[in-house]
């Protein structure tokens, strides 16, 4: 079976500082990861995903994240934080159940951002 | 423009009266789906469609039925609605599931 922990619910950072959102996943297969972006009463923003190629994926505003399949990891990081980029993360992964493609989502981390 | 829409976007209903949640998409995508959110539980998948010829359960099947008679409709169907249902529901749309998925803007459901 798959899933997705994502390991702090809630992240609290300072503006300017780094900014790191921690995944694991666990999968028989291999899989395709997400990180999606929640931001207050809008919907879900893809911002990065890893589908077997460059471990190291760049996504949108400045993010991206680090595949590292002996750690069965793909954390989030950030250089510098903003205040735009407090919202709800979510970590997903799409497995091939033989049947087709399911979508798990981690249940979510909350980023705030402080002054 | 590319788009995901769900109708309603509000429903307020009572137990057991049947409602069906509308998703359109308008990119030609084969892969569509259907989640709901609860706070502290992220998003579950309910139901998922890898094209018109197959669509199979999620994580979170039960009390729920879809329908892919076509291409660009997905509709969510609860035949009878109880309150452990009461949710915000999203749809979302890809041309593959490793593929960017788009979501519409969220159904907000209460059942009474």
């Known amino acids: 079976a798959q899933s997705v922990t994502q390991l702090d619910s809630h992240v609290s950072v300072s503006e300017g500082t780094p900014v790191l959102l921690r995944c694991n996943y666990s999968s028989s297969y291999s899989p395709s990861l997400f990180w999606y972006v929640q931001h207050p009463n809008k919907g879900l923003q893809l911002l990065l995903k890893y589908t077997s190629a460059a471990t190291l994926v760049k996504g949108i505003n400045g993010f991206e994240a680090e595949f590292k399949k002996s750690e069965t990891s793909f954390h989030l990081t950030k250089p510098s934080a903003h205040m735009s980029d407090a919202a709800e993360y979510f970590c997903v992964v799409s497995i091939y159940t033989g049947g087709g493609n399911k979508l798990t989502f981690g249940t979510g981390t909350q980023l705030k951002v402080e002054l | 423009e590319a788009q995901v829409t769900q109708n309603p976007r509000y429903l307020i209903t009572v137990t057991g009266k049947k409602l069906t949640v509308t998703c359109s998409q308008n990119m030609n995508h084969e892969y569509m789906s259907w989640y709901r959110q609860d706070p502290g539980l992220g998003l579950r998948q309910i139901y998922y469609?890898?094209?018109?010829?197959?669509?199979d359960k999620g994580d979170v099947p039960e009390g729920y039925k879809v329908s892919r008679k076509e291409k660009r409709n997905f509709p969510l169907i609860l035949e009878s609605p109880s309150p452990n249902q009461t949710s915000l529901y999203f749809c979302a749309t890809g041309d593959r599931p490793w593929e960017t998925q788009y979501f519409g803007p969220g159904t907000r459901l209460l059942v009474l």
């Open positions: 469609s890898m094209n018109v010829e197959v669509t």
